[in-house]
């Protein structure tokens, strides 16, 4: 079941240990009546988005809404991910992402992140 509120947003916040600040919209994953993945959309920018991860058990008809709501309701042309985990980086390539470059310090002293960016044309869902 797909669900949306600030629980997604505080469960997506605990997993990455730090808080994303409003205005965003976000989207979650529920399986047998608990958040197992979440997604949370901020820094929209006319035709970008940023897109902030968490969690385990993504279906395919998730992955699909999350590409409805970016490039569809949106309009968004491409959408953003930033992480400083290799597994997260490994997934968003296979969605059709291209890594853009390397933000450092982006989570801390120490704590770099991948910049991957996935437009509409190379979206594989």
């Keep these: 079941m797909i669900v949306d509120g600030e629980g997604v947003a505080r469960f997506v916040s605990e997993r990455l240990g730090f808080p994303i600040t409003p205005p965003y919209t976000t989207m979650g994953l529920e399986k047998d009546g608990a958040l197992v993945a979440g997604v949370i959309f901020h820094c929209w920018e006319g035709k970008s988005v940023h897109v902030t991860i968490a969690g385990e058990g993504w279906t395919r008809g998730f992955i699909r809404e999350v590409g409805r709501y970016v490039f569809g309701q949106l309009g968004c042309s491409r959408m953003t991910v930033t992480t400083p ?5 490994d997934y ?20 770099d992140a991948t910049l991957i960016g996935i437009i509409a044309k190379e979206w594989r869902y």
């Design 85 to 89: 985990h290799p597994k997260v980086v």
């Design 92 to 111: 968003a390539i296979r969605l059709g992402g291209k890594v853009e470059g390397v933000l450092r310090d982006q989570y801390g002293e120490g704590l």
